[in-house]
């Protein structure tokens, strides 16, 4: 069933993605991990604590988040298997769709994109300031380039291909279980002294989980982008993330411009290693370029997804 149901998937997610009518409605599945998440941090995360007791804690979330997840999925998978039967992959594909994150992403960033296209700044600050961490009321045209492009590249990893290739190697447990881990990596997976001890189980799990997809996610990048590869060998190891240095630096090189370096949060600049190094300052027509980079890469995925159910 997995292959069919990726494939299906995938089309479906390019369709339609997820609507915002039904965010607004029901939010996002993801947001029943992240409110279980919250409610653990608040409580089991005491500053007064052990940094031990606090590390035991975050192993212990991880376990109970991700044996939840994978219950929960089998059951509801063999429930569709025994209301439906041979019509049941179809129920899959509908739960395994909001997994995948092709269309809001390209919607996103290029809405980015067309705010700089007319000129609009502030409207093109707003618009990445949606997907990124970083302070954005100070960036110009050049900053909110790097910004968007280095967001697009790396949520090609955590949003579109470790989702796609955990649907594919486990299914509706695997894909879920993968966003449950890559939800907690996002809210606890930090260095700050608050969540080092209680998030480090989370930031190990989600280094194992993107391993694969993340060199996978360099690799369609620099095929897309008819190159790359000289930056993506040198600079891969130059981010502070094991895996996320793969798809930014394949960017880069495929652009031939500049990412990483300083970047500032909640006003105080952090240095950060270029990525890229020897490349141009990011402008609106790379991200331009990038989201055209991205789309060819989900197209070279599909093909991959296509051909290893073909060979299954």
């Known amino acids: 069933m997995g292959e069919p149901v990726a494939l299906a998937a995938l089309a479906m997610d390019a369709a339609i993605g997820w609507p915002g009518a039904l965010y607004v409605r029901i939010g996002h599945p993801v947001g029943g991990a992240a409110w279980l998440i919250g409610v653990a941090e608040r409580r089991w995360n005491r500053p007064d604590a052990a940094e031990g007791r606090r590390r035991g804690a975050g192993v212990l979330l991880m376990a109970l988040l991700v044996a939840g997840t994978v219950a929960i999925c089998v059951g509801v998978q063999a429930l569709a298997v025994l209301l439906l039967g041979r019509w049941a992959w179809i129920a899959v594909v509908v739960l395994a769709w909001p997994a995948l994150a092709q269309r809001s992403l390209f919607d996103h960033v290029r809405a980015v994109a067309v705010a700089l296209q007319g000129g609009d700044l502030p409207a093109a600050r707003a618009a990445v300031g949606r997907i990124v961490g970083r302070d954005t009321d100070a960036l110009d045209e050049g900053g909110v380039s790097r910004a968007a492009i280095e967001s697009l590249a790396e949520s090609f990893c955590d949003g579109v291909v470790a989702p796609l290739f955990w649907l594919l190697v486990a299914g509706l447990p ?81 652009l031939g411009v500049a990412l990483a370096g300083p970047v500032a949060y909640d006003g105080a600049v952090q240095e950060k290693s270029w990525i890229g190094e020897g490349g141009r300052a990011a402008m609106p027509t790379d991200l331009r370029r990038a989201l055209a980079i991205y789309l060819r890469a989900c197209v070279l995925l599909w093909l991959a997804a296509g051909a290893f159910a073909w060979l299954r």
């Not at 998030?199 to 996610?217: E, H, K, Q, T, Y």
């Open 174 to 254: 695997g894909v879920w279980a993968y966003k449950a881990i890559n939800t907690a990596n996002s809210l606890i997976g930090h260095r700050e002294p608050r969540w080092r001890a209680f998030g480090w189980a989370a930031a190990r799990i989600d280094d194992a989980a993107n391993w694969v997809p993340a060199r996978l996610s360099g690799v369609l990048l620099c095929v897309a982008g008819g190159g790359g590869w000289r930056v993506l060998r040198r600079d891969h190891a130059r981010h502070a993330s094991p895996n996320a240095g793969w798809p930014e630096a394949a960017m880069a090189g495929a």
